[in-house]
Nanobody, 120 residues
């Protein structure tokens, strides 16, 4: 079992930055892949970025490349999402998710989400 808790969301102006945190507990090890998703009002949840637990490989959605950076601090059991140059299109609930078995499609554990609102 892996438990995930997101934090760091809030209300900002367009152009501002925020850093989200995803604190993991339970069975955390180097096999984990942690991803960030977001869900805008009335829309489906979409992939934002992911990273392996050791922080070696990261992957981003095209919509956030060059603005968002995902990082992993395995010593702190925390994954971060640094978000710069926020726009209203980035507004939504941000979730982190853990994939405990990359050989099986899908994410096994989810956090409760944190709200990000960027006003223009």
């Amino acid at each position: 079992q892996v438990q995930l808790v997101e934090s760091g969301g809030g209300l900002v102006q367009a152009g501002d930055s925020l850093r989200l945190s995803c604190a993991a507990s339970g069975r955390t090890d180097s096999s984990l892949v942690i991803a960030w998703f977001r869900q805008a009002p009335g829309k489906e949840r979409t992939f934002v970025a992911d990273i392996d637990w050791n922080g070696i490989r990261a992957y981003y959605a095209d919509s956030v490349k060059g603005r968002f950076t995902v990082s992993s601090d395995s010593a702190m059991n925390t994954v971060y999402l640094q978000m710069n140059s926020l726009s209203s299109e980035d507004t939504g609930v941000y979730y982190c998710a853990a994939d405990a078995n990359v050989n099986v499609p899908g994410y096994d554990y989810w956090g409760q989400g944190t709200q990000v609102t960027a006003s223009s």
